[in-house]
């Protein structure tokens, strides 16, 4: 006899079940158990993915949930009486599809209707959702359980005879087969009511971990989610037996009731849902006069094409679009592509800007002609076969990017047209990362946040290389030393490891969305999550699917991604700004891919803002393949990936562009496929054009090909490649070469790259490059307002406009919008939504009265203006710390001093305004006194603040400079000393590095292997900022010598170790501050002569007197030069203070250009 578990709980019972579904399935086929419920508490994340797997191991599942049911009305949210219950538990079991349906509304209505603590149903709603639900009365936590805990038979009979006359021969009393107090006297309890009422009794375990030995590792999971102590005796504790029980362990309990065992076998026999292979698609409403979505598909289809390409249509054009009209219509897919289109539509007919094209979409001539890309398939020979394959149809995919900012419109135009209740976001799990496991666990252990975190450091954790905590403890000296020899360590990586890769909390996925033929709980489960997590305030809670992206494709619902491109934004800003400048609005759309300016400043290396191109190895590729074209661009978006850069197609792509090794074909029949990638395999549509070209296959065949290899699948690979062979050489072509592109198509293609998408983002990012070197003050003043709120690149593109010639100007409370905005030839007003401390509100007060009552007069003036309701102290004080009112009369000492004084006038006269009392004088009289107080008021006599106090303040409000630079009078040491710029730190090198920058943030750290402190530092130059590390010897040495904003020169360099490594940590080994260099003799002051010029007589006693008014260690110099010769001659009677008064002196008599530091 076997047994079957009817209440287990997944991983999906977050952090409070261990159980992942694989591993209950493998158990389920050790103990030789048929069948399999998971029950998780009050959801069915894992339903689909559990009947999934369980079905391929011939393992029947049984799709449950542990209901919270509410002990009154589920719409009631009122606080329980004390010691009153808020919920009870209910396990419920799917035995049908009508079963399934119900379970999947109550799941959805207990989030959307019942949730108050937990998601809860009621007595109602089981009552309403009954049919084909198999119910059991669950744990100690059950209604039944609890009454009869208490003592309360009369109401435990009431509740299971309630349940039983609902659900007639499908309810049962539940026992458990473990320790947990209390259990044994509810399982005796049990088998009295059982037996007095009738009813069957079922036995289960409420497993929450697999083994005996897992309950160690759930006790920690427990109190992660209770965010409890693990010492702490008062917290919840589970029992050790709540385990994946063997049918003897079950058995031995229950030694008189073979029934208990023999029910759970009987209902597993009972279960039957099955899931067909159906696509739940919402019907596209249909115009007046139009009978179906396929007529309707074709004319606009149709009405598009002629549209792009004029009438009558080219016969290429024709054949093309009645091709893929052909194959959407044979697949059924008219409303789909219906669909999409028509919210595209709306988001451009709303002014919403809207991507040219993501992913294999771009290849469908359909969605070029109806709009929903923007790139033309035939231009760039993308195929619609790598999109809609007849030879292996599944639901087409488009994904679109919106505009970040308003992409919600879009979402929100959606549910307006199909319901609410149809359209929802999806689900998704925020994992224990292995980093995430060692800090959760740390913390329930006892361990200190510094300890975890210095812990969780060692594991690698990059894009293209992270290790598990396994494979850590194998792979990393300092993890297995602490894991060998400290056993607190050894304790936490062991909890940690088992542990890491469950669920930890829900959230929204980034993009997706939902659209059903009906209320989406008709189809698949629901819940509520805050509004936050989808781009919302939080205060609000909004529907999500439960299953995740994966589940619901299977599950045949129309799912898409809703993505927000902050790249789009940024060009629609500025492209805004040249139309409020210029009167014209620029087409970006009808330009050509040609512009030799474009071209020029990438092969410069000048790619900072360029959309997918600002990484350094991006930007040093485009340079290295000297990019003059859009080809290039394409090919750099697909092979600026792990696995083309892993085996070096880059590298060969770039020596055949430069002509250092020759390109290749090993047919001639490949070169006109290869051609535009250097004879380098790069796109995965270049795999099904050799597969076509030399196979003689169909492009629908080859993408079947294509798909093998991209797989992985060894075998699938094989089979498909054989086939390929063979047609090949049936076509003539030599076995032995055919095999060798075989082999190149495997490993190659592996890696190729979906060219439409490719194709698609390149001229994203081209359109970001044209308008960065056709029109650059628009394009970094839209650049910087898309980084509002991220200081680290602001300082990034501050630096870089600066750089390009643009002067980025301190906010103003009478130029500044919310935004960066440009203000003149090559200049850009800072915005006010940038400085810190000001909110939105604050900003809109400005600009409203601003633009109400014409430009700010005066301090006082300005604080009497602006509505006080939104600007408080600390707004005035930041918008004064940031220069923003250097332009009303006064300095930033004076207006803070006044600022008390100054809100006072102000507050008494809006609350006047407020109350309607004027002065008895009449309405002119009220204004013209009311107002009188801003002229009456003075400013304070006291002295500016210095620059460097100036600039702290700046800095702290801002988080970066703006009016000026600590480093800005050492600019010409930065020049001599540095080898590096701050902002090119990343990129592994062997040599030593100099940086001249200032120290904007120290962090000390205690080193957990020495005890000894080591610090982390932040460094700022003109260029940009990063964090750099100073370990403990180093840091003993040179800690004095570190102060914040003070000039320095940084010398260090990268460890070996690092070498290969995405982002390398920059070690410092030395610091110097650079004013030491201006009297230690190693500078000296060089006055450059145009050829033919010398210095007039007076012009010379001039700089003699200057020299002598400053002696000190910098020698004087001459210099000469034209184009046949140079000189340079050192006064060995003149040594000048190289300091920052004598450079004006000097630059005053003989011109700014003329005079500048050098190395002595």
């Known amino acids: 006899m076997s047994f079957v578990h009817l209440h287990c709980h997944s991983e999906y019972s977050l952090l409070d079940g261990a ?79 009508v079963g399934y349906k119900n379970l999947v509304k109550l799941s959805s209505l207990a989030f959307t209707e019942g949730f108050y603590v937990k998601p809860r149903v009621d007595r109602e709603l089981l009552a309403a959702h009954s049919e084909g639900l198999i119910v059991s009365s669950a744990c100690l936590a059950g209604e039944v359980a609890g009454h009869l805990m208490d003592d309360r038979w009369d109401a435990a009979r009431e509740a299971a005879e309630w349940y039983a006359n609902v659900f007639k021969d499908r309810y049962y009393l539940e026992v458990q087969a473990h320790d947990s107090e209390g259990q044994a006297q509810l399982n005796e309890r049990i088998f009295r009511l059982g037996n007095e009422l009738g009813l069957p009794v079922i036995a289960t375990n409420d497993a929450h971990f697999l083994k005996r030995e897992d309950h160690d590792a759930h006790d920690v999971l427990l ?313 919302g305030d939080g205060d609000e809670k909004i529907t999500v699917a439960q299953y995740d992206m994966n589940c619901l494709e299977k599950a045949g619902m129309l799912k898409m991604d809703f993505l927000g491109l902050t790249t789009l934004t940024v060009i629609h800003d500025a492209l805004k700004s040249i139309e409020a400048r210029t009167g ?172 439409s998408h490719s194709v698609a983002y390149s001229v994203v990012s081209y359109h970001t490059a044209w308008l960065k070197a056709n029109y650059p003050a628009d394009f970094m003043a839209a650049l910087l307002s898309s980084c509002i709120g991220k200081t680290e690149d602001v300082v990034k593109y501050i630096a870089e406009a600066r750089e390009m010639g643009i002067e980025v100007l301190p906010p103003d409370v009478n130029e500044s919008g919310y935004k960066f905005t440009v203000v003149g030839e090559n200049r850009i007003r800072f915005g006010l939504g940038a400085v810190r401390n000001v909110g939105e509100g604050a900003v809109q007060s400005v600009l409203a009265s601003r633009a109400e009552g014409g430009a700010y007069t005066s301090f006082f003036d300005f604080v009497e203006r602006v509505d006080l309701r939104a600007c408080n102290k600390r707004v005035f004080e930041a918008l004064v710390c940031a220069g923003a009112l250097d332009g009303l009369g006064g300095h930033r000492a004076q207006y803070l001093a006044a600022l008390d004084t100054a809100i006072s006038a102000a507050s008494l006269k809006q609350d006047e305004e407020q109350r309607g009392v004027l ?77 001249a920058c200032v120290v904007t943030a120290v962090k000390k750290q205690i080193s957990k292997r020495s005890g000894a402190e080591f610090a982390r530092l932040t460094l700022e130059d003109f260029s940009g900022s990063s964090e750099v590390l100073v370990f403990p010897e180093a840091w003993s040495a040179l800690s004095d010598a570190v102060k914040t904003d003070v000039p320095v020169l940084v010398e260090g360099g990268y460890s070996k170790r690092d070498q290969g490594a995405e982002s390398p940590t920059f070690i410092v080994e030395k610091v110097t501050r650079l004013a030491e260099k201006r009297v230690g003799g190693q500078v000296a002051i060089a006055i450059e002569l145009a050829p033919g010029a010398g210095l007039a007589p007076g012009v010379m006693r001039d700089v003699r007197a200057t020299c002598d008014a400053y002696p000190g260690s910098a020698p004087l110099e001459l210099r000469w030069r034209d184009s046949r010769a140079s000189a340079r001659f050192r006064s060995r009677s003149l040594s000048v203070a190289p300091s920052n008064a004598v450079l004006a002196e000097l630059r005053a008599l003989l011109g700014d250009e003329r005079v500048r530091l050098v190395r002595a």
């Open 584 to 755: 014209q609005w620029l087409d970006l759309d009808a330009m050509e891919f040609d512009d030799p300016k474009t071209y020029q400043m990438l092969r410069s290396g000048r790619t900072a803002g360029v959309f997918q191109f600002e990484s350094p190895l991006a930007t040093d590729v485009l340079r290295q393949m000297r990019c003059d074209r859009f080809d290039d661009l394409v090919a750099s978006n697909a092979l600026l990936r792990p696995g083309p850069l892993d085996t070096g197609m880059h590298k060969v792509y770039i020596k055949r562009k430069r002509g250092e090794e020759p390109v290749t074909y090993q047919l001639p029949e490949m070169e006109p496929i290869l051609r535009e990638t250097q004879g380098v395999i790069t796109y995965q549509e270049q795999v099904m054009r050799i597969a076509q070209t030399l196979a003689g296959i169909s492009l629908a065949e080859a993408d079947v090909l294509r798909k093998a290899v991209g797989k992985k699948d060894a075998e699938l690979i094989r089979q498909e490649l054989g086939k390929f062979i063979e047609k090949a050489v049936a076509k003539g072509h030599d076995r032995v070469v055919i095999e060798d592109i075989a082999g190149q198509i495997e490993t190659f293609g592996r890696y190729g790259f979906n060219k």
């Open 223 to 535: 109190c992660i989610g209770l965010g409890a102590d693990r010492e702490d005796a008062k917290r919840m504790h589970y029992d050790r037996g709540l385990y994946f029980k063997t049918h003897a362990e079950i058995a031995e309990r229950f030694p008189a009731r073979a029934d208990v065992l023999e029910n759970t076998l009987r209902i597993a026999d009972e279960v039957d849902v099955q899931f067909g292979k159906k696509y739940h698609v919402p019907s596209f409403p249909l115009p007046q006069g139009v009978a179906t979505e396929n007529d309707l598909l074709v004319k606009l289809a149709r009405d598009g094409a002629v549209a792009r390409y004029g009438d009558p249509l080219p016969k290429e054009v024709q054949e093309r679009l009645d091709y893929e009209l052909g194959v959407i219509l044979q697949t059924g897919y008219s409303g789909y592509f219906l669909i999409v289109a028509d919210f595209i539509k709306a988001a451009r007919d709303r002014g919403i800007p809207v991507g040219p094209g993501r992913g294999s979409a771009a290849g469908s001539l359909v969605a070029y002609a109806l709009g929903i890309t923007n790139v033309c398939p035939l231009k760039f020979d993308l195929l619609f076969e790598r999109f809609l394959n007849p030879e292996r149809v599944s639901m087409p995919d488009v994904d679109v990017d919106f505009c970040f900012e308003r992409r919600g419109e879009v979402i929100d135009y959606v549910r307006q047209k199909y319901g609410k209740e149809s359209v929802c976001q999806i689900v998704t799990f925020g994992t224990m990362k292995s980093r995430a496991a060692i800090k959760d666990v740390g913390r329930v252990l006892g361990f200190t946040p510094a300890e975890t975190d210095q812990l969780a450091k060692l594991i690698p954790n990059q894009p293209n290389f992270s290790l598990t905590i396994a494979e850590a403890i194998e792979q990393v000296p300092d993890v297995a030393r602490l894991y060998k020899t400290e056993p607190r360590y050894t304790e936490l990586l062991d909890y940690a490891k088992a542990l890491e890769g469950l669920s930890r909390h829900t959230g929204v996925h980034a993009a997706g969305v939902v659209i059903a033929p009906g209320p989406v709980s008709d189809f698949v489960p629901v819940c509520t999550q805050s509004s936050k997590g989808a781009g």
């Open 19 to 97: 159980n992942r579904i694989d591993d209950l399935i493998r158990r389920a086929l050790e103990l030789e158990q048929p069948a399999l419920a998971v029950t998780d508490h009050g959801n069915l994340h894992a339903a689909w993915e559990f009947q999934e797997k369980a079905k391929k191991a011939k393992i029947k599942p049984i799709l449950g949930m542990e209901a919270y049911v509410a002990p009154g009305s589920r719409l009631d949210r009122s606080r329980p009486a004390p010691g009153a219950k808020p919920y009870f538990h209910l396990v419920l079991l799917a035995r049908d599809a």
């Open 919 to 995: 002065s008895l004088f009449g309405e002119a009289a009220a204004a013209d006194d009311a107002g009188s107080s801003a002229h009456k008021l003075t400013l304070p006599n006291l002295p500016a603040w210095s620059e460097s106090d100036r600039l702290t303040r700046e800095k702290e409000i801002l988080g970066f400079y703006v009016s000026g630079h600590p480093l800005e009078p050492f600019r010409a040491e930065a020049e001599i000393f540095a080898t590096h710029k701050v902002a090119e730190l990343g990129a592994w090198t062997p040599e030593p590095i100099t940086l």
